[in-house]
């Protein structure tokens, strides 16, 4: 069965977790968008691995991995994720393979990102500075260099000194400083060394790997409400986060795919600026003070609230989610109620989806049901039926909001804190 694993929310929901343990009955995993702005928790055993580029299938030892065309790449940082891990004992040689045809995320991204963040001010989007946003913009506007490029040294370097140099007047007229054409070509021809094992044509790959009835597992990035076309735009990240980037980002054709699972957590959380109607100081207060909620690529204090079941529905629909996976459950423990917000109130009207105004979304009042809270540990339970009974009752409730089947539940950040429903 090949399956889409998508971000319900807006990202951080524990998809890196999810697809661990997805991961045991498929046989190869593929991050078909977004960049090193994503970072993917796999807790295992007494070890926690961060992947900000490589699938997270990759702690499983008989797996394969890809980074398809879709991907955004800064090849000195995917050199170190990769040393990371083999340093670690993680074997990539013949594991790991990367599109030729991924657009290259180069350090004049990474400065123009940062440069437009602090001339915003007060109205920046927050985003990871990981340069995303530029890279998939060049991509866009036809003048981005690829993966291919870096194969042909004194090609990229041709390519790359026009680019740095229309770059740097960009930097000047944002105030931000130049790059180094020696520098940077110096830097990427050395990570292109490293990398050259594992480029290859990936959609050639992955086709004769479905010939062969091999599995594939989509590990979707950030979340739907941070895609470019669904999400609160402008402060939304630069790809299409949702099951059709699947597709687009990989070569595989959607009637491939048999099956979407939307990974969600029991509450809301979002880091960087913009709307989340749900926000809750008592919430973030209580998550944070148990040291949670903190940005995996960035460090950053994620901004939490309630559940939002609005959204939720929303992404249902856009993502085509069958099957749901909730997580983050046991961070409910100690409450004594639970808010969840089943519609809106905007303008005098009772809204079931979110608008597509990110202005409009600031004035949108969540109507609430509650829910009492269980106030007992269940980073133990290891069944639905040894839940307390009305953490079944939320669950339950969660996935019938969205409209989608409960099939994982997880209640701790380890693999084995996880269970079927
Ligand atoms: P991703 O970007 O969607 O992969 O999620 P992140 O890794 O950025 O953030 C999810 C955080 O929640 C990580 O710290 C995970 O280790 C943690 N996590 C995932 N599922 C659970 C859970 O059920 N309970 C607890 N306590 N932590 C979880
Ligand atoms: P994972 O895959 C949460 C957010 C940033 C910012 C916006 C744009 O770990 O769920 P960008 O750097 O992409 O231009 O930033 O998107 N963002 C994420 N938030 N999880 C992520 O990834 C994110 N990747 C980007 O905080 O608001
Ligand atoms: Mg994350």
């Given at each position: 069965m090949n399956t889409i694993l998508v971000g319900a929310q807006w990202g951080d929901e524990g998809k890196g977790k999810i697809i661990d343990v997805l991961t045991e009955a498929s046989d190869i995993v593929v991050r078909s968008q977004g960049g090193n702005n994503a970072g993917h928790t796999v807790e295992v055993g007494k070890e926690k691995f961060v992947l900000h580029l490589i699938p997270s299938g990759i702690l499983r030892p008989k797996k394969k991995c890809v980074i398809a065309n879709g991907v955004v790449i800064d090849p000195v940082a995917l050199v170190k994720e990769i040393e990371g891990l083999e340093k670690r004992g993680i074997k990539l040689a013949g594991r790991l393979l990367i599109s030729e045809t991924a657009h290259l995320v180069l350090p004049y991204h990474r400065k123009v990102d940062e440069a437009r963040e602090n001339r915003k001010g007060r109205n920046k989007i927050g985003t990871t500075k990981r340069g995303i946003g530029p890279a998939y913009?060049?991509?866009?506007?036809?003048?981005?260099?690829?993966?291919?490029?870096?194969?042909?040294?004194?090609?990229?370097?041709?390519?790359l000194k026009a680019r740095i140099e229309e770059n740097n007047a960009i930097l000047e007229s944002l105030g931000g400083e130049p790059c180094s054409f020696r520098e940077v070509e110096k830097a990427y021809l050395e990570a292109a060394r490293k990398l050259r094992p594992f480029i290859t044509n990936t959609v050639v790959w992955l086709h004769r790997q479905l010939e062969a009835g091999k599995s594939l597992l989509f590990e979707g990035a950030q979340g739907t409400f941070l895609d470019i076309d669904f999400g609160t735009y402008p402060f939304v990240t630069s790809s299409n986060t949702t099951a059709g980037g699947?597709?687009?980002?990989?070569?595989?054709?959607?009637?491939?795919?048999?099956?979407?699972?939307?990974?969600?957590?029991?509450?809301?959380?979002?880091?960087?600026?913009?709307?989340?109607?749900?926000?809750?100081?008592?919430?973030?207060?209580?998550?944070?003070?148990?040291?949670?909620?903190?940005?995996?690529?960035?460090?950053?204090?994620?901004?939490?609230?309630?559940?939002?079941?609005?959204?939720?529905?929303?992404?249902?629909?856009?993502?085509g989610i069958d099957e749901l996976a909730i997580t983050n459950l046991d961070g409910l423990d100690t409450l004594k109620q639970i808010q969840v917000c089943v519609a809106y109130e905007c303008r005098g009207k009772r809204l079931l989806y979110p608008p597509n105004d990110a202005e409009e979304l600031l004035h949108c009042r969540p109507i609430y049901r509650k829910f009492p809270g269980w106030q007992k540990s269940t980073t133990k339970v290891r069944s639905f039926k040894k839940l307390p009974v009305a953490a079944q009752k939320y669950v339950t409730a969660l996935a019938e909001l969205t409209g989608a089947k409960l099939r994982i539940v997880s209640v701790g950040a380890r693999r084995e804190q996880t269970f079927r429903v």
């Open positions: 913009g060049d991509k866009a506007a036809r003048t981005g260099l690829r993966l291919i490029d870096l194969a042909q040294p004194k090609v990229f370097s041709a390519k699947s597709c687009t980002g990989s070569g595989v054709a959607p009637h491939r795919i048999e099956r979407v699972v939307g990974v969600m957590k029991a509450y809301t959380t979002r880091v960087g600026e913009g709307p989340l109607p749900t926000e809750s100081a008592d919430i973030s207060d209580m998550l944070h003070a148990m040291g949670r909620e903190f940005g995996a690529t960035t460090g950053r204090a994620r901004r939490c609230g309630w559940f939002d079941a609005v959204a939720t529905r929303y992404a249902r629909m856009v993502n």
